[in-house]
């Protein structure tokens, strides 16, 4: 039976047509071409149309590149009082996760937490992970940076396209290479929950 804290966060999951009117407006906003973001980003052009269009759920690594390039976060995209310019950042910036806007894309269901704090160089992410099986991802995620993750609840067996795999229980953790293409799985009958802190590197530090 699922808990309280495995319910909850459902309830704020923002709908994917919206997300992609977001990601239109900065991109116009910005001048940029859907074709500079896309060779900028790595993220085809195709994609890119269907998820300003709100036609395709993309995962997190897509999401996260285009949103890089346009200097943006993710939590900007979902909310767009989060990364408020701000002339001295605070000190301390407290989240609830059950408040904190998601994104489903029918394997994860994943909510940006701490949003709210300017620039920013880690993107902590609490995850639901619903996915059993590698064919329900057309490829493995890949993102420039480092990634930790901790178990909350469940178990889950994070597996590497260079056929690595590692099985993690409640309160145990994992960091690595995020740039190596990877993929979450829940083991057993109930959705895992996860939280993972993903470094955040600018757009300009990746062209260096």
């Keep these: 039976m699922p808990t309280d804290s495995q319910s909850q966060p459902s309830d704020t999951l923002i709908d994917r047509v919206l997300v992609g009117s ?19 980003s790595g993220v085809a052009l195709s994609t890119l149309s269907k998820m300003e269009l709100g036609q395709a759920t993309v995962g997190y690594d897509k999401l996260a590149a285009a949103a890089r390039v346009l200097n943006i976060s993710l939590s900007q995209l979902f909310n ?3 990364g408020a310019d701000s002339s ?12 904190a806007t998601g994104y489903a894309t029918g394997s994860y269901e994943y909510h940006p937490i701490a949003g ?18 590698l064919g329900e991802f057309e490829d493995f995620i890949r993102h420039p940076g480092e990634e930790f993750a901790m178990v909350l609840s469940g178990r889950v067996c994070i ?8 099985s993690l229980g409640e309160r145990e953790t994992a960091y690595f290479n995020s740039s190596i293409g990877h993929i979450y799985l829940a083991e057993g009958d109930e959705d895992a929950e996860v939280i993972a802190v993903m470094s955040e590197p600018k757009e300009g530090d990746l062209q260096g």
């Design 116 to 133: 709210e704090f300017p620039g920013r160089s880690m993107m902590p992410v609490y995850a639901r992970i619903q996915a059993r099986d």
């Design 88 to 99: 001295a950042k605070p000190t301390v910036v407290t989240s609830k996760i059950s408040e």
């Design 22 to 40: 977001r990601l239109r407006a900065h991109r116009k906003q910005q001048k940029f071409t859907l074709k500079q973001v896309s060779e900028k």
């Design 159 to 166: 597996r590497f396209e260079n056929g690595e795999s590692i």
């Design 80 to 82: 767009p009082e989060s």
